[in-house]
């Protein structure tokens, strides 16, 4: 099956800072999203991203389906952007395969 | 527009019993999908339901079962509740085949 890997598992920055966070999969996919998970559990949809770039506020997206990676793009951080970020693929099956994860701490 | 809706919120039980857990999808989908969420780890799929089937499955044991209403609700039935089974268990709902939304969850814990 598809594998899906984030990185960097860990971040911690300041306030106001930016950050770029990873997601490679294995192989290749027709649906791929981005959620924020909050301190409570809930999954908060970002980015629906199957291919191409969106922009969202501060947040962006880039999927690169023919490169099997994507990327989201955090600006000025805020302390309520802290949490952890998982990126979620589908593969011409109805599941989604979620990474580990990118545990998220911004410092005021 | 209400979103995905779960319940109950939070849950104890004992080991060997069974437990049913509850979900309303977003209005306009018709496709409901079961996730395991164990402390620190991504969300697992567990199966996913669509015109009242289960229309595909993850490695979970057959404990795991599920059902789906005409008006595209879901529950999640789990029996023989082991001490491992204790988790988040978040819902989704998307139209077929796209952008998925999940529930609040239900945590579940088994003593």
């Known amino acids: 099956g598809i594998q899906v890997e984030q990185s960097p598992p860990d971040l911690i920055l300041q306030e106001g800072a930016n950050s770029t966070l990873r997601c490679n999969f294995s192989?290749?996919?027709?649906?791929l999203q981005w959620f924020h998970q909050n301190p409570w559990g809930q999954l908060i949809n970002l980015f629906y991203?199957?291919?191409g770039t969106k922009q969202n506020g501060r947040l962006s997206a880039t999927t690169v389906a023919t490169e099997r990676y994507s990327l989201l793009y955090i600006s000025s951080s805020q302390t309520t952007d802290s949490g952890v970020y998982f990126c979620?693929?589908?593969?011409?099956?109805?599941?989604?395969?979620f990474g580990t994860g990118t545990r998220l701490k911004v410092l005021a | 527009d209400a979103g995905v809706t779960q319940s109950p919120t939070h849950l104890i039980k004992t080991r060997g019993q069974q437990v049913t857990l509850r979900c309303s999808p977003k209005s306009g989908h018709d496709t409901v999908s079961w996730y395991q969420q164990a402390l620190g780890q991504g969300p697992q799929f567990i199966f996913q339901y669509y015109e009242e089937e289960e229309r595909q499955r993850g490695n979970f044991p057959d404990r795991f079962s599920g059902h789906q209403f005409p008006n595209y609700s879901s529950e999640l039935n789990v029996n023989a509740l082991l001490l491992g089974d204790s988790a988040l268990y978040l819902c989704?709902?998307?139209?077929?085949?796209?952008?998925?939304?999940f529930g609040p969850g239900t945590r579940l814990t088994v003593t």
């Open positions: 979620a693929v589908g593969a011409g099956t109805y599941k989604y395969i």
């Open positions: 991203i199957p291919s």
């Open positions: 989704a709902s998307s139209p077929l085949g796209y952008e998925q939304y």
């Open positions: 192989d290749s996919v027709n649906n």
